[in-house]
């Protein structure tokens, strides 16, 4: 075991995967001599030459399109895209042919493609450096989703990512990069795609999130038991395939109380899912509305007045205080 950051335990995982399997494939900007703009590509280059982590133009749009041609040629590319806000740019590649090659082809195409991207805001960046997109991509039959919270779970769902025969939008959350360490298995695991993690047991409220809002819905949670509340954390882990296990229905059916936490704008998002899978599983172990706790409808504003938009502990609790006493 070694104590590593979130960045350090992606590199790790990135150097596993390489080194057990030749046909992954590293490619994007300045991700080779560079090691990343954020240095989560750090060495590989260096171990596993040119021909297999490949600097690119700045061009997201070639960057998914030759990686589509890789996978239908039998190899694994790990394409990096630099920022979330620059996936869009490949849109059409990713909607139209990652996600339907396979139903296409009836399966004679795979399309084992790991796009790797930070996400999230809270390090004062620029416009489209820190949009939160699962829901953008959930939306899309074919392609799941992964927002890791922690460096345990980053190395052991980029590994299943990598070794899955879909494509997968790997969402990093930038903030928790080098802000958060924990212990990391030096030898090869995995954390399956679609499970759920219960992170804290307990009885009174359950308390959803995952990827970038983890660290403060733990905040919060620990906040809440001055006060008498109990609260069960849940990290969903994948947003696409969503808590196949049902561990938030299960837990609902305990506590009978839902407060959800995103990131991204409230509408329309990720948190209005979870609530409608409840509301269908287990509306009768409601005891209280279910809440969102999320960020605004509006673009992510410049510098500190991410601030305003990014949920913090006092509106996770106030949320989680309203639903226990009502």
């Not at 809440?224 to 849940?234: F, N, P, Q, S, T």
Request: overall charge negative.
């Amino acid at each position: 075991m070694t104590l590593m950051t979130t960045i350090q335990a992606i590199n790790a995982g990135l150097h596993q995967e390489m080194g057990r399997d030749g046909t992954v494939i590293a490619l994007g900007e300045d991700i080779g001599h560079e090691g990343g703009v954020f240095r989560a590509t750090d060495g590989l280059q260096a171990k596993f030459g040119k021909e297999r982590v490949i600097d690119t133009p700045l061009a997201e749009e070639n960057i998914i399109a030759t990686s589509i041609g890789m996978a239908a040629a039998g190899l694994r590319p790990v394409p990096e895209i630099q920022f979330s806000g620059f996936v869009g740019v490949a849109h059409n590649h990713i909607v139209n042919h990652c996600a339907r090659l396979y139903y296409r082809s009836r399966g004679k195409t795979k399309m084992p493609i790991t796009i790797r991207t930070p996400s999230g805001g809270g390090i004062r960046a620029l416009e489209h450096h820190c949009e939160c997109i699962e829901a953008t991509y959930a939306h899309v039959p074919g392609l799941k989703v992964v927002c890791p919270s922690n460096p345990y779970d980053a190395k052991g769902l980029l590994a299943s990512a990598i070794r899955g025969d879909c494509t997968t939008l790997f969402e990093e959350p930038t903030r928790l990069y080098r802000s958060i360490k924990a212990e990391v298995p030096d030898e090869e695991y995995t954390v399956p795609i679609g499970v759920a993690n219960v992170v804290q047991q307990g009885d009174k409220v359950t308390l959803v999130s995952w990827g970038p809002q983890m660290k403060q819905t733990l905040d919060a949670a620990e906040k809440a038991k001055e006060h008498g509340i109990l609260c069960e954390v849940i990290d969903l882990r994948t947003i696409s395939p969503l808590d196949e296990t049902d561990e938030v229905v299960k837990s609902v059916r305990k506590t009978g109380r839902l407060v959800v936490v995103q990131e991204a704008p409230k509408s329309f998002g990720v948190a209005a899912e979870v609530i409608a899978r409840v509301n269908e599983r287990a509306f009768d172990s409601l005891q209280a509305a279910p809440m969102r706790v999320c960020g605004w409808d509006t673009q992510l504003p410049l510098g500190t007045n991410e601030d305003f938009f990014i949920p913090d502990i006092k509106r996770i609790l106030t949320a989680v205080q309203k639903s226990a006493g009502y």
